[in-house]
């Protein structure tokens, strides 16, 4: 029962009005933190004048999972492919304790001083793993994070490999279009990262320490047969016999592949990151590789092979995924998968099953 | 003009009427030849009595390409899947040169005085590479190949991987109906075959040889990583200490690994295939292995996840292949990679695309 016109004859427990909750948020800064949505043109306007900030914004899209970011981030790529393609694309990869980070740094200070400008991208596809890349912690490059002409992106967020991979190729066409001449793709190395590195970079880098005699068994054989040039770090002080050890070691062990496929011979140097010895000597090897096949056509080349390969990849994730959110797939998948444990069906009358399932559920659909 | 009725009359040069061409084929043959097409029931039943010829021309039917033949194949194997699963699978694999058709001889020889039935089958999905197989040239096991409680049977003819690899499963299911309780998956053990006949095996045997010092560097890690047993060959006469001293190279190598998901920890042990010494030993390691397996149930464990692992892979075969068949797919494909090559459009946008005309193909076609 209640009486409201009443309410003041109650006499027991009394319950003040109080005051209303303090905002936790200053209602007045809402105005100031929500911006304006550009437009595709705009973020493409930004991007060509090499606005680092709307760079940024656009590579958040990119790396999206929403609908209608993702719409126009394409949007935005697609208006910036015209003005891509024109940085050299080199990608480093190292096991933990290389010192990539300490390298990247200062091969980026070197390039900066060559008048380059310079983005430094990664693929990490675990999360898990993230620990080990330099990018997890952008501080760790001290020096090149302080620059102007430099832009340091870590990996897009955890997801799979091929969805991590496409963000960073995609986030590359936007740098170029944004006037970075070059481009570095770190990966910690873990895993099969190396590969789609390798296929969106011009030139692949590894780094190496001379160690206790396990050199060659530290990575694995498809690693080495990857890389156009390879480097042992930590050629300083006692250490410089080691290194160069290393190196002959090394270089003993590239005899033993098949000739590349762009007729470069890989190269093998000793450097020192923490102490800025031979740095120069890497980036005359890199520039010879660059002059070296872009005479004999295999730069263009590998970019169209690139190109290619990259249309084949997203066409069969694509295609997976829009299976497997197949309603009338999704809805059946288990049961199916419980008639192959049973050894009721095989795996293939399985497959072929949710094959007429999907291309039923679609012709019925429209 | 013509004459026909003065045909007679013309006096030039003369065509003669000769004589009819003379049949290059005997026209009595084909009765003979043409054997009368089995109905699926009748394979089955032929195959549940361990009739090895049967089992042949149906093992062809599985391998066959054509449509009608792989109608009636997955017919007998749905048919034979209840009396399927009984055999110990055992994967070998091995670099050229390591002995594996003497191995597969005496090792079958040794299975079958304990009275039991063998399936020599193989995955060897590079016709290139099948000089290296030792089932390109089935002759080369001697002694097995007279048995009759032996059926060998070469890879399916070149192909993909996953194609080569179902058949070399279904095969599998026929062999195990027809009665064979062991049967060898054989692979040369060049590529990603291993991962193929790993995923259809209980156990996989690695044959290596003492060599050169390079043990370790002439295998993959990975395959190291899969096998659950390796065994050293040529362990007779000077060369006794030299297999040794592999073995202990192997096992402490093996160290080095993370724990198997079996609990089983993989032996290495030291054999002569050619005098036939030490056999008797893997086999007391591989039933060991069975026993323990069984046991704590990853035998079953793994044969699950096996038919699972081969339902997804089938999936993806098959939509692969309905997609890239589609006639509106096919008949833009070649146009929208030449629009990538040029960077008017990403790879992910000629993807959606492509995955568009697909999907409205299917819907319209209805």
Redesign the interface.
């Known amino acids: 029962m209640e009486h409201p016109e009443n309410d003041d004859l109650y006499k027991g427990l009394k319950v003040n009005k109080g005051i209303v909750d303090v905002p936790t948020v200053n209602p007045y800064l809402k105005k100031r933190v929500q911006r304006r949505q550009y437009t595709p043109a705009e973020y493409v306007e930004g991007i060509l004048k090499g606005n680092i900030t709307i760079l940024s914004q656009a590579v958040t899209l990119v790396e999206s999972a929403k609908h209608e970011h993702q719409q126009i981030a394409?949007e935005i790529?697609?208006k910036c492919?015209?003005y891509?393609?024109k940085s050299m694309r080199i990608g480093i990869t190292g096991v933990p304790g290389a010192g990539k980070s300490t390298s990247i740094d200062v091969f980026g200070m070197h390039l900066l001083k060559k008048g380059h400008k310079l983005a430094v991208l990664a693929i990490d596809p675990s999360s898990e793993r993230s620990k080990g890349s330099i990018l997890g912690d952008k501080t760790r490059m001290e020096t090149l994070s302080r620059e102007k002409d430099a832009f340091i992106r870590p990996s897009p967020s955890a997801g799979s490999l091929g969805g991590v991979a496409?963000k960073t190729?995609?986030t590359i066409?936007l740098c170029e279009a944004a006037g970075f001449d070059t481009v570095f793709v770190e990966t910690v190395g873990v895993g099969q990262s190396e590969t789609a590195v390798h296929s969106m970079v011009d030139f692949f880098l590894l780094i190496q320490l001379a160690g206790t005699g396990d050199e060659?068994?530290g990575i694995?054989?498809g690693i080495m047969e990857m890389a156009d040039g390879i480097i042992i770090n930590k050629a300083d002080g006692d250490n410089v016999d080691k290194a160069q050890m290393a190196a002959s070691q090394f270089r003993n062990a590239l005899h033993l592949f098949p000739p590349t496929e762009s007729g470069w011979t890989p190269k093998v140097l000793t450097y020192s990151g923490y102490y800025n010895i031979g740095v120069k000597e890497i980036w005359d090897m890199i520039d010879e590789y660059m002059a070296f096949t872009k005479k004999n056509g295999y730069f263009e080349y590998k970019r169209?092979e690139q190109?290619?390969y990259?249309?084949y990849?997203?066409?069969?994730?694509?295609?997976?995924d829009?299976?497997y959110n197949n309603p009338a797939v999704s809805s059946m998948l288990n049961q199916?998968?419980q008639q192959?444990?049973q050894?009721?069906?095989?795996?293939?009358?399985?497959?072929?099953r949710?094959?007429d399932l999907f291309?039923g559920d679609?012709?019925?659909?429209?």
């Open positions: 394409q790529i697609e492919l015209p891509a393609g496409r190729r995609e066409i060659l068994q694995k054989r169209r190109a290619k990259w249309m990849e997203s066409i069969n994730d694509t295609l997976r829009t299976f199916t998968e192959v444990l050894n009721e069906i095989t795996p293939f009358v399985a497959a072929k949710m094959m291309l679609i012709s019925s659909s429209k």
